[in-house]
C-alpha cells in the first residue's frame, strides 16, 4: 500500500503559477497528476515514468511534471480560469505511462489539493 499526499494547492490569478507536490510513502516506477473540476470528469494531466513524460493537450507548454524518488512536482505556469480544479496525485501506473494517464489507470491516489484561478 502506498499513500500518496499532495500539497502546493491554493487560488491564483490568471497567469499566475503554482507548484503543487505529492510525496508517497513508497516508490512506485510511474506517477501521475490527475484534475476534477465541479461537473466533469476526472482527467489526466501529466505523467512519469522512466521516459519522456506524457501531457494532456490542454497543460503542453504551461505545465512540468518533474519527481525526486517518491515525491513528484507538478509546475504550473500562464494559469488559465479552465484550469480550475481538485488537483490528484496518483502512483503505480497499471498500463504504459501513456494509457495510464488516459484511462486513469493508476493503483493509489491521493485525496487531493484545490487550485482555483481567477480572472
Known amino acids: 500500500q502506498v499513500h500518496l499526499v499532495e500539497s502546493g494547492g491554493g487560488s491564483v490569478q490568471a497567469g499566475g503559477s503554482l507548484k503543487l507536490s505529492c510525496s508517497a510513502s513508497?516508490?512506485?516506477?510511474?506517477m501521475g497528476w490527475f484534475r476534477q473540476a465541479p461537473g466533469k470528469e476526472r482527467e489526466g494531466v501529466a505523467a512519469?515514468?522512466?521516459?519522456n513524460p506524457v501531457y494532456a493537450d490542454s497543460v503542453k507548454g504551461r505545465f512540468t511534471i518533474s519527481r525526486a524518488r517518491t515525491t513528484v512536482y507538478l509546475q504550473m505556469n500562464s494559469l488559465k480560469p479552465e484550469d480550475t480544479a481538485m488537483y490528484y496525485c496518483?502512483?503505480?501506473?497499471?498500463?504504459?505511462?501513456?494509457?495510464?494517464?488516459?484511462?486513469?489507470?493508476?493503483?493509489?491516489w491521493g485525496q487531493g489539493t484545490q487550485v482555483t484561478v481567477s480572472t
Open positions: 496518483a502512483a503505480d501506473c497499471r498500463e504504459s505511462v501513456s494509457w495510464s494517464l488516459a484511462r486513469l489507470s493508476f493503483g493509489y
Open positions: 512519469i515514468g522512466y521516459s
Open positions: 513508497g516508490y512506485t516506477d510511474c
